[in-house]
């Protein structure tokens, strides 16, 4: 069977998902561009710590 | 008490000039991710909407992602059929470039999936976004 020609760990594709998810919903404000940056890196930063955390409080269940 | 300004006064009480060229912008930028905001001279959102409907499209289908047909059969495949082609023309690209076909034994196929129809997703709402500014609705 053949792999994925792209392999990324979870965590690298979790990055990839929030990065770009966030630049989409930052672009949707009516903020100014300097607004928006902040969004956006407000908006990857709970992405990725609410997944990270989610991992870990579904950590017992696999164990 | 003064009186408002005329101009003002004038912009509240008449209605927006609806643009008749707003569902074409719509469907342009269904087709094309923010080629309805290029259309609009919104230069910055098209290119960030292309590069995440584009990215996230791509990224799902290099996982092996499964791509959801028109003629599923049942009311979860029509479901993702409707998100996956959301993307408009990476919808079409998956063929090309997902030769191998779908694979969602693994994780990463199954994440695949996931990045193919969020990408149909935010071009949707780009899709609402380019219609709203060109019905002059928003700015």
Known sequence: ?63 | MTDPNPTEQAAVQAPAKQNSAAPFIAIAAWIVPGLGHLLLRRWARAIVFFIAAGGLAITGYLLRGNVFPPRSGDAFGTLGFLADAGSGVFYVLARFIETAGADVSRAAGDYGTRFIAAAGVVNSISVCDAYEIASRRRN
């Open chain 1, 1 to 63: 069977m053949r792999s994925a020609p792209l392999p990324l760990s979870h965590f690298q594709a979790l990055l990839i998902f929030a990065f770009l998810s966030s630049l989409a919903l930052a672009c949707l404000t009516d903020r100014t561009p300097v607004e928006r940056l902040k969004y956006a890196a407000r908006s990857f930063a709970l992405f990725v710590i609410i997944a990270v955390g989610i991992a870990w409080a579904m950590f017992p269940l696999s164990h």
